[in-house]
């Protein structure tokens, strides 16, 4: 029998979930290997007989909480699926600022008519077994990860600095051009994307398991920075976890 998956989102924009339908047009040999019962922005099937679950954006408001958790409860694998599932990402840009004032800021007069909250990941709210990085996600990787899971294998997602892939494409160092980078401690797996088209990396991906501090604050002091610019970096996809308390 195929494995029964499923795809959800919460507050997003659903960007992840494109590229999956994207990713899926051209490796039609995965929709031989799994069932999918449930996927809104596919299929109008409602199924909820699903053993893994791809749930797409971070947790919003209060009431997300209960439907997270009774997916959380049907699947036996339940993957974050993107930065916002993974890390928080821009959702949790509103939670530098008041949450009266974002609200005011993007409802007007109508804000007490819309519940919010500090947004934040998945795991914030329940385990989560996987995930899947990136905003949005890669769709190689997708297929990758999914065909490792199915085999039981491990999932083949990186967890090494960035700054090892900038290198292997001999890019010269955003640092040395007076630019800024996060990839000293983001996790690798986009190929380096941003810093080789002379962007530096904002961490879409979220910092890798054990990431080198020092050599970050090494780098840093030697182009005249502080640890303040990097938080300063860190606003667009890393806001969650630098006002988490
Ligand atoms: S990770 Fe990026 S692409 Fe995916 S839902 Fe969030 S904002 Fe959209
Ligand atoms: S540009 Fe960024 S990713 Fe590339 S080597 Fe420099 S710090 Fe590392
Ligand atoms: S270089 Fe950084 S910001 Fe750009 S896609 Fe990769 S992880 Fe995301």
């Known amino acids: 029998m195929k494995p029964k998956v499923a795809f959800f989102d919460f507050t997003s924009c659903e960007g992840c979930q494109l590229t999956v339908v994207d990713s899926l047009q051209t490796h039609l040999d995965l929709l031989d290997a799994v069932e999918i019962v449930q996927f809104r922005e596919a299929i109008s099937e409602r199924g909820e007989d699903y053993a893994i679950a791809f749930v ?6 209060e009431s997300d909480e209960e439907r997270l958790k009774k997916i959380r409860a049907q699947a036996s694998v339940l993957v974050a699926l993107g930065a916002c599932a993974h890390i928080g990402g821009v959702n949790a840009i509103k939670n530098l600022a ?6 005011k800021y993007v409802y007007g ?9 500090a ?9 989560v077994d ?22 039981g294998k491990k999932l083949p997602i990186p967890d090494y600095p960035m700054c090892v892939e900038c290198k292997l494409k001999e890019n010269v ?9 996060l990839g000293p401690v983001t996790r690798a797996g986009c190929g380096a994307i941003c810093p080789t088209y002379s962007d530096g990396c904002e961490g879409c991906r979220g910092a ?3 990431p080198n501090v020092n050599s970050m604050k ?3 002091a030697e182009h005249g920075l502080t640890p303040d610019d990097v938080l300063a970096r860190m606003t667009m996809f890393g806001a969650y976890e630098m006002t988490k308390v």
């Not at 797409?56 to 408001?61: F, L, N, T």
């Not at 934040?120 to 329940?126: D, E």
Request: glycine residues 4%; contains cysteine.
């Open 56 to 61: 797409e954006a971070p947790i919003s408001r």
């Open 119 to 127: 947004a934040r990941p998945l795991s914030a709210v329940v385990q």
């Open 109 to 117: 007069d109508k804000a007490q008519w819309y519940a919010t909250y």
């Open 218 to 220: 090494d780098v840093l």
């Open 98 to 103: 008041p949450l009266d004032d974002v609200r």
């Open 173 to 181: 160092c955003l640092f040395h051009k007076g630019g800024f980078c």
């Open 208 to 210: 890798v398991s054990n």
């Open 130 to 151: 996987a995930f899947i990085p990136g905003c949005p996600i890669d769709r190689e990787e997708f297929i990758r990860v999914v065909k490792a899971a199915l085999m």
